[in-house]
């Protein structure tokens, strides 16, 4: 089974919309299935210069600027917007992509973002994140013509027409999060893929098995579901050039080793084998260094090649 493998970046740590533009390309132009990106607003290191971009905005530009690589985020935080908002701006942009639109919704964890920009951030999100989901699924999925109405506790509609419509019959849900009952139950009712966000990897297998208890549960079958990880990227075609990307982004080779999709070409092949005989089916490579496209084109040439 070959390995699917996608391009994540984390704008908020500096990046223009240009800057996403020449990755989202060279992703589409180097054969990766997918550019995602985060959706924060505040950086986590360093100055953040020149700021940070909304995803939904930058992917509405990237859904006229690029033509076949699928675009969506991990993800997109329940407190950033009413889902109602969100079921419109989402919808949108796959219509303005042709249909390549998928989205990670997650309850959101970084306070200090919050703060900066005036976002509410309640302690308790998790219903929040359930609310959403069912919103979302239940707006694209109302026929047209129809209308959808929830009465939760912290959303309300009424009578909603339920449109724009999506392009795609159903825009892929993705579901993250290392709850033990909670989350899995959250993916095997929502969720078209379960993600595990740089998971030590010995704990890889064991929350696909978590994962897929919970599909049973709700009747459904293992091969319903995409099972993927997202870890950080770090490749050279030699040790010099390893140590040389590990530097740029402030990161050391032996934790990048032990903790990403690391080292030289074959120690990437070899660790990306051993994930997809555990069962993950998708990995998004995160990307930190958003200037050095030599560093796909590697992975791709290199890399993808021997999956």
């Not at 704990?203 to 098995?209: H, L």
Request: no cysteine; aromatic share 8%; net charge negative.
């Amino acid at each position: 089974m070959t390995l699917d493998l996608r391009v994540f970046t984390e704008p908020q740590q500096g990046a223009s919309y240009d800057d996403l533009l020449a990755v989202a390309k060279a992703t589409e132009d180097l054969g990766y299935s997918a550019f995602f990106r985060s959706d924060h607003y505040l950086t986590m290191g360093g100055d953040g210069l020149p700021g940070p971009t909304d995803a939904w905005t930058t992917l509405a530009g990237l859904a006229r600027d690029t033509s076949t690589v699928r675009l969506g985020t991990l993800v997109t935080s329940a407190t950033f917007r009413h889902p109602g908002v969100l079921a419109i701006q989402v919808a949108q942009v796959d219509q303005m992509s042709g249909g390549r639109v998928e989205i990670g919704l997650g309850a959101g964890w970084f306070a200090r973002e919050h703060e900066a920009y005036g976002i509410p951030f309640p302690a308790k999100r998790f219903g929040l994140l359930e609310e959403q989901l069912e919103i979302l699924t239940g707006l694209w999925g109302t026929p047209v013509g129809g209308s959808y109405s929830f009465d939760g506790e912290h959303y309300t509609l009424t009578d909603s027409p339920a449109l724009p419509k999506p392009a795609q019959a159903k825009i892929p849900v993705i579901v993250g999060g290392g709850g033990p009952k909670r989350t899995p139950a959250l993916a095997a009712r929502f969720g078209d893929e379960y993600n595990q966000a740089f998971p030590e990897l010995d704990t890889v297998a064991p929350r696909i098995g978590v994962i897929n208890e919970a599909l049973a549960e709700a009747g459904r079958t293992p091969d319903s579901i995409v099972q993927s990880v997202a870890l950080v990227l770090a490749v050279g075609k030699d040790e010099a050039e390893f140590a040389r990307r590990a530097a740029a982004i402030g990161r050391e080779p032996a934790e990048l080793r032990e903790h990403g999709v690391a080292g030289t070409v074959s120690e990437a092949v070899d660790l990306l084998g051993s994930l997809r005989d555990r069962g993950v089916r998708r990995v998004y490579l995160q990307v930190l260094d958003l200037h050095d496209l030599d560093h796909l084109d590697l992975v791709a040439r290199e890399v993808a090649t021997q999956l």
